[in-house]
């Protein structure tokens, strides 16, 4: 019964490292395509929750279901979810505080001044 577990464990691992990947190219994408500020902070933000969130938690399941690892595989899953955690907790909140301090005009929403 225990290796079911593991199983669903090294499966949604994967997923979430390919599926965190592809956030992270969707957010290159993003930020090199946008033209305005707000845009490209949106992506920053996508790409920085998306891009390494999901992968350390799909690392975590990994390291889990991993018999190679020993008794390290505890560790190194609880050092993922806390630093997943971490990075969910702190990004949006440095990236809201980038903006503040973005200059943001009319020009750039392709508005014109009167």
């Known amino acids: 019964m225990f290796w079911i577990i ?3 464990a090294y499966y949604t691992g994967v997923v979430l490292l390919v599926f965190g990947s592809l956030l992270s190219i969707i957010s290159v994408i993003g930020y090199t395509r946008s033209r305005d500020k707000l845009l490209r902070l949106y992506s920053l933000k996508l790409g920085a929750v998306g891009g ?4 350390l938690i799909g690392l975590a399941l990994l390291s889990i279901s991993m018999e190679v690892l020993g008794e390290l595989k505890y560790l190194v899953s609880g050092v993922c979810f806390l630093v997943a955690i971490i990075i969910s907790l702190i990004t949006p909140l ?5 903006y503040r301090e973005v200059p943001v005009t009319k020009e750039e929403f392709g508005e014109e001044e009167q």
């Open 6 to 8: 593991e199983a669903i």
């Open 52 to 55: 390494y969130f999901y992968p």
């Open 94 to 98: 440095c990236i809201d505080l980038v």
